[in-house]
């Protein structure tokens, strides 16, 4: 069985009377752009010359959009370095909100059932260096791979203002 935006809505209203969703703002509230590249060489360019526009898009300070190049570059450099086999693939996700950019980056990795992988620390990651660049950093490990996820806000005088 599958549902359909229709019976989200019904179900809201049900539970939470007050709130009202509609299609269109879910929309707007949240731009996604995806993308999937290889572990090669220099990969990491093409997704840092992709964020660079959408951190324009978000009004950034430049500031904001350096740090966040820089921690895009490193995740991919970092994750590079954690795939198994260069037919690996990083999944990158970039979503924006009217008050912050979110940065979802998977690895997935073939590991084999009787060669478990042991997870590698932060140092592996450089967490400390992420965390510097962006306002939070977290690492999550499944059975297949390894998850960052970034946030990024914007500044306080721009959420002010705006």
């Known amino acids: 069985m599958t549902s359909s935006w229709g019976q989200f809505k019904i179900l809201v209203n049900r539970l939470a009377p007050t709130c009202q969703i509609s299609e269109q703002g879910m929309a707007r509230e949240l731009t996604t752009f995806e993308m999937v590249i290889p572990v090669t060489e220099d990969s990491e360019l093409v997704p840092v010359r992709a964020l ?11 500031k904001a959009k350096g740090q966040i190049r820089m921690a895009v570059m490193e995740a991919c450099i970092n994750a ?8 690996d693939r990083i999944h990158l996700r970039f979503q924006g909100k009217a008050e912050a950019l979110l940065i979802g980056l998977r690895v997935e990795s073939f590991v084999p ?3 478990p992988r042991a997870k590698p620390t932060g140092e592996v990651w450089n967490l400390k260096l992420l965390r510097s660049l962006m306002d939070e950093a977290r690492i999550s490990y499944g059975p297949c791979g390894v998850e960052l996820s970034m946030t990024k806000y914007l500044s306080k005088t721009l959420t002010q203002a705006g």
């Open 52 to 62: 660079e526009q959408i951190a324009e898009n978000f009004n950034f300070e430049d």
């Open 80 to 87: 590079k370095e954690y795939a198994l086999s260069p037919g």
């Open 113 to 115: 059932k009787d060669k």
